[in-house]
């Protein structure tokens, strides 16, 4: 046991006013924060478990989770009630809500009911939105995201130099691209709404997690974040399904979302190819700096997504080129007409 562990184990022994609790580990994210499940013997407001979070100070601050889960719990999404809190030392109690995470449960059977309930959370949070409460997901942000991949992945992960010439292509993609994003509707974003973050539960589900980093951006991020998952991959037919499951009430709402859906797909999928370029500088960065390599093996079909964006919209052929360039592929050979 770490000191961190012990200073939580102290401040919950304070908190629940009984020795009989046991600690295991819920999970580690990508970041510094750890979460505990608090096993107790004698409920505790009707509890029987509840979740510890350890976020250590100065590499967190636990005040952006705080606002934003009674920002979202207002909105009617099912997050995790706030216990107790001490955020000096960067410790949380929270109501538990449970192991079964969407990804551990989805198959082609249980995917159109849970994927169904996930968008209609989606569009609850979409409704609740309003301007200048969350940071704006502007292109200052974008850009910082994007900007990971030539940092870590093509640099430390790839470990090669980018010519100017592909510098100046990359450059021209994020621009091309954060045009595209700022000109869709805004909206809340949680930013990781993906199937490791939402649980299964028996009432109002899912249950959301990991949103502290929400911001207020465009109104096709999140969706793009379920449905090209990092973690589990679907036909395109079958995306193309559920993203339409979502436009239609989405738009009989009032959200600010196109009138035309392959205006909206197109705008989903161009969201799709800068989360995309993000995602893979972060799970470089998360090998080759923190030592968790268990995110390279979800580097192929995030890079799957990338390609397949890059070569349906001319705009984004350079990008093509340069991934083909970079990864040594030759370019398929075919006819046009």
């Not at 009984?18 to 608090?38: C, E, G, K, M, P």
């Not at 920002?71 to 706030?82: E, I, K, Y």
């Not at 100017?164 to 974003?189: A, C, M, P, R, W």
Request: net charge negative; hydrophobic share 40%; charged share 25%.
């Amino acid at each position: 046991m770490d000191d961190r562990q012990q200073q939580l184990g102290a401040w919950l022994y304070t908190v629940l006013q009984q020795a009989n609790f046991s600690l295991t580990i819920a999970s580690a994210d990508a970041s510094f924060r750890r979460y505990f499940r608090v096993n107790l013997v004698a409920p505790y407001l009707g509890f029987h478990t509840l979740i510890a979070m350890d976020a250590p100070p100065p590499q967190e601050d636990c005040t952006p989770f705080v606002n934003i889960a009674k920002l979202f719990l207002d909105a009617g999404l099912n997050v995790p009630q706030l216990i107790a809190q001490d955020l000096a030392r960067g410790f949380l109690l929270l109501s538990d809500l449970g192991d079964d995470t969407y990804l551990s449960q989805l198959n082609s059977e249980s995917a159109p009911k849970l994927y169904l309930e996930a968008t209609n959370a989606l569009i609850e949070l979409q409704i609740a939105s309003k301007e200048n409460v969350l940071p704006k997901y502007d292109e200052t942000l974008l850009t910082r995201e994007m900007q990971l991949f030539p940092d870590w992945y093509v640099s430390k992960h790839l470990n090669v130099s980018l010519t100017g010439e592909q510098q100046v292509i990359l450059k021209n993609t994020f621009e091309v691209l954060n045009k595209n994003i700022l000109s869709q509707g805004q909206v809340y974003v949680h930013r990781d709404f993906h199937s490791r973050n939402l649980m299964i539960t028996k009432e109002n589900n899912p249950g959301v997690l990991d949103f502290q980093d929400a911001v207020y951006g465009a109104i096709s991020y999140d969706l793009v974040s379920l449905l090209k998952d990092a973690y589990i991959s679907w036909e395109e037919e079958q995306i193309i399904d559920w993203a339409v499951r979502y436009w239609q009430p989405a738009k009989k709402a009032g959200l600010p979302v196109p009138d035309d859906f392959s205006e909206f797909y197109r705008d989903f999928e161009w969201m799709g190819a800068q989360r995309h370029i993000k995602v893979l500088g972060i799970f470089a960065r998360l090998s080759h700096r923190d030592g968790k390599d268990g995110y390279l093996k979800d580097m192929p079909l995030v890079m799957i997504y990338l390609r397949k964006v890059c070569e349906r919209y001319v705009e984004l052929r350079p990008m093509l080129r340069l991934l083909n360039q970079l990864e040594n592929v030759k370019p398929k050979e075919g006819y046009t007409f």
